[in-house]
């Protein structure tokens, strides 16, 4: 993609077809991020049909404190959609670095390995920012439009596939890392972001149900 | 979104704003086609990640099906963000009737109920297709080029994620539906291809996690 299609102007099309081309980018780290974006659209939505109705009158300026996050996330995580690409890139482009000597192979094998590390950013706040989407979603479920529930259910499943989507993209990464140390305290880090995820979505799930179920 | 946005050349940009508004569409019932147009979208990218590589020679006509289905499952998705906006939308036209004497009201509850009716169609799509598309992102995942199994994996969650937002979207209509024979017979096809949904969601995530885990 290029400079004026990371401005967000590609259309939906072009974004499906540069997804399932056969180049690396954009992939699912793209996506992921995207789902996130999606995600905080959904609360933004929610909110914005909540608000100046009655019955929610006590709680405005709750609702529009809300607003503004989900707004700052879904400008972030769009914001991701091109710095995955951007990242991987650079992946790539040090693997494509001459190996012709020993000087050669270990400059390249240095900079693969550091530009792996950046290519983790991304993914790593897709996950990040996504759990904050989904904590959101439990938030307008039990302050917002009850009309709106099924809005902010699929909000949260966006958001919660880019949690574990940015997840898969970070473990990826770092199962090429040789920083050992480093790679634990990712994958400590990413445990525990993915069971604090799986907390909320679980209450989610339960508010969803008490609604609409398939009894 | 007008006529021309209808052609899937709205921008990310512009398809996160409409979301984000407080308008009734596009809602979770677009977003989860597009999560399902996106997870079609990465199944497509593996198998062209895969394809024309030696390793993978023997089975080219296998992935080739795959490849097609996969498109075609994204086409008619996407074509869905849309079709979900339209149903909606003649469901709102509906409420909006006159109801100044029995026989308009009589009219009018008809012509909700018709509309609530044809609104579950759209939904109902996304979730069964997006239920196929699960299962090619399994199939891609057991014989497409390991070094994807991350887009794969991503797709994965999408057509997870859009398979449950096609369910709740089909059960808000069915809350106000009044043919509960009708409605019984919908549960019990959601809840079996839930059921599917689940089976296969499981064996994608043992498969990821012999690759790419936490530990």
Redesign the interface.
């Known amino acids: 993609m290029d400079q004026e299609d990371q401005?967000?102007?590609?259309?939906?099309?072009q974004?499906?077809?540069a997804?399932?081309?056969?180049?690396?980018t954009p992939?699912?780290?793209s996506?992921?991020a995207?789902?996130g974006?999606?995600g905080?659209?959904?609360v933004?939505?929610v909110v914005?049909?909540t608000?100046?109705k009655k019955a929610f009158q006590a709680q405005e300026a709750y609702l529009q404190e809300i607003l503004q996050k989900?707004?700052r996330h879904?400008e972030a995580l769009?914001a991701t959609?091109v710095k995955d690409i951007d990242a991987y890139q650079e992946v790539m482009k040090a693997y494509l670095l001459p190996k012709t000597n020993e000087e050669e192979k270990k400059r390249r094998k240095e900079e693969i390995q550091k530009s792996l590390r950046r290519a983790a950013d991304p993914p790593l706040f897709t996950t990040v920012t996504s759990l904050k989407v989904l904590k959101l979603c439990l938030e307008v479920m039990e302050k917002g439009n009850p009309n709106?529930?099924?809005?902010?259910?699929?909000?949260a499943?966006?958001a919660?596939?880019a949690l574990?989507?940015g997840m898969?993209?970070v473990?990826?990464n770092l199962?090429v890392l040789e920083d050992k140390k480093y790679v634990q305290k990712m994958?400590k880090e990413?445990?525990r972001l993915?069971l604090e995820g799986e907390k909320i979505k679980k209450q989610i799930l339960a508010r969803?149900q008490e609604?609409?179920?398939?009894?």
């Open positions: 401005k967000g102007e590609v259309t939906l099309t974004f499906l077809d997804v399932s081309e056969g180049s690396a992939g699912g780290g996506v992921s995207l789902a974006s999606l905080s659209a959904l933004e939505m914005n049909l608000l100046g989900a707004h879904r769009t959609i709106t529930i099924s809005d902010a259910a699929v909000g499943l966006l919660d596939a574990w989507g898969f993209n473990l990826i199962s994958k990413l445990k993915t969803i609604k609409i179920n398939l009894e």
